[in-house]
């Protein structure tokens, strides 16, 4: 685990703070359970000094997601967040991203992008 003011990295994820925004970026092959959701928002929420933040979350690098852990994400992961944008580039991942933002109803605004571009546009209106 390696914590800086400007960077933050746990077993799972690295993520800092810019312009405003947060971005957050999974390592390879991550695979995500309740248990590590949990630690994934409590980091986060940790590493944000509680001030909320519209988030660029890169899931491309995600292997695996149990529901459980999908829906921790989506409600408890929402503390301190404005907006979340869910930067994705396999087919695979838009589909199952898709599927997530239709079951699990994240508590703030959050859309699918595979453009990283047009994911900080749309966190831009939150900042």
Partial sequence: ???SPDCYENQYARFWIADGILFF???????IDRASAQQIVSDRIHFQNEKSYPIL??????SCADKVGRDYLAQSGSVFT????LLTNQQVSL???SFYLE??????PTQLFIVQQE????????V
């Avoid at 970026?25 to 695979?31: A, P, S, T």
């Avoid at 079951?103 to 703030?108: D, G, L, N, Q, R």
């Fill in 1 to 3: 685990m390696t914590e």
């Fill in 25 to 31: 970026i999974y390592k390879e092959n991550v695979c």
């Fill in 57 to 62: 979350c890169d899931i491309r690098t995600i």
């Fill in 82 to 85: 404005k907006a979340v944008a």
């Fill in 95 to 97: 589909t199952i991203s």
């Fill in 103 to 108: 079951i699990s109803k994240p508590a703030v």
């Fill in 119 to 126: 994911a900080i546009a749309f966190l831009q209106n939150y």
